[in-house]
Every structure is written in C-alpha cells, then in structure tokens.
C-alpha cells in the first residue's frame, strides 16, 4: 500500500466508529423487540378468542412467523454489527482508508424491511375484515333443513379436513395440552352397528378436573354440561363441521362467576385450531 493511502486515525475516529456499533446494536434490539410484539400478538388474539367465544375466527398465525422472522434478524444485525466493528478498528490501526467504503449492511437491512413491510402489508390487506355488523353472524346450520337458531347456544365452525383427519387434529391438540379425552363417541358407527345409516358423527368428551371443579363447586348444575364436548359432523352435502356449547351461553345457563369462563373458554381454541 502506497504511502499516500495511508493515514493515520485519531480518538475522534475511533469514537466514532464505536457510535456507530452502538447504533447498530440499538437497531438490532429494536428489531428484536418488535419481533417480539407481533409473534406474541397471535397468542393475544387466541386468549381473547377464549373469553369472547362468539366471536368469528380470524387468521393471526403468520404474525408469529413474521414476529420470529425480525427476532432472527434482529440477532444477526448485532453479529454482523459487531464483526463490522472489529473489521473496521484493525483497519483504522493499519493505516488503511475506510470512510470511502460502501454500508452493505445498512443497505442489506433497509432492503430487507422495505421488502418485508410489503409482505406484511399484503397479509394485512388480504386478510378477511371483521366489520361490527358481523359480531352476531346467525350460525350455518349442519343442513339444509335445520333452522339455524343463534339463541341456542352452538357455536359451529366449518372444518378443512375430513371427519377423521379432524378428530384425529383434536386428539393431537388435546394431548399436546395435557388435556384429558375421555372418550370418542362414535355415533354412526353405532348406528351402523344397529343396522341404521347416518352421515359420519364423532363426539369428544374431554375436561381438565382442575378446570372444571372450580366450576361445579359454584354452580353444581354445570355438571350436566361438562366435561366438555366437541361434535365433528358430517352433513347431507359432505361438509364436515365442528360444534361446541359456547362458554358465554354456558354462564348464563348455569350463573357461575364470569371469573371463571376462562376455565372453560379454551374449547373455542381448541375448536377453531381443529378446524383449520
């Protein structure tokens, strides 16, 4: 190296330099933080999901996948920041020139969060609107030829998958969860058995004591509807839905304390994670 290219650092410059790194690890923290908040906003959503049960289902899952996606990044700008700074300290010690050198890592990060505030602003805008009119939404009835009555208290759900394939989700979901399933009713196969035909009907009875003994103890008339249920039906037309007694309904028709509707609010999860 020439001479000429050759100049000398001074405190200022170091200084400087560790300004910068500083920024830079600021940056990284910021990401991660905001990471943070949008993975765990999905997680928001579902526990209100449980307390407000009548409530339609709302996609919320690639907010996790977005939020983790800033965490990592977040964690590789202070990485990339610190070997940076060291690259650019024996640099400055060496004599050699570094204000003259392009920031690959600022431009690589804006054009990293220019590309995926698009992303999310396309799942934003893609994603279905929840209007106040649409609170209340009667529910669909399991045919043609039933009423659909909202007073009634059921909660149905359209499912994604098969009959079994849904059980078999909810038999995964609940063990995942420590939940205990009592038993799988199979109706059709029992009417089968009977010599009768009916669509492809399972009922799941399941319950935590830890959950539901709060709750006899203060209403013992709650008994009659626990454990809890979820039926997964098949119609006349082949579609598959998944039903559950809605918790709200469940309080006003046994009078426990509204403090213990989350003992039994997780079934609206449970239902809307089955049927996706």
Known sequence: MDQADKFRAGPADFLAAERT???WIR?????????FVLARFGLFLQEFKIVHAELPIVSYHFSLWFGTILIVVGSLVCLLSL?????LIGKMRSG??????????AVSIAIFLALLGLAMSYYLLSSPRVSAGSVRTPEVPMSASTPAIPENGIV??????????TVTKLEAILKAKNV?????????????????????????????PKGGTPL????????????????????????VWVSYNSPKYLRERHQFP??????????AALAGEAAK
Not at 27 to 35: D, F, Q, V, Y
Not at 83 to 87: E, G, P, Q, W
């Open 216 to 239: 006899m103890l203060a209403a013992p008339s709650v008994a009659l509807d626990l454990p809890l249920k979820i039926l997964v039906a098949e119609d006349e037309q082949g579609k």
């Open 156 to 165: 149905r759900l359209s499912s994604q998958h098969s009959v079994q394939e």
């Open 21 to 23: 790194f500083l920024a």
């Open 83 to 87: 070997l940076r700074y060291l690259r």
């Open 27 to 35: 940056t990284g923290l910021a990401l991660m933080a905001m990471g």
């Open 180 to 208: 205990k399933l009592f038993t799988i009713v199979d109706h059709s196969g029992e009417a089968e058995k009977a010599g009768l035909k009916m669509p492809n009907t399972k009922l799941l009875i399941f319950g935590n």
């Open 258 to 267: 509204e403090d213990l509707l989350p003992n039994i609010g997780v079934i």
């Open 96 to 105: 050699e020139r570094t204000f003259d050198q392009p920031a690959t890592l």
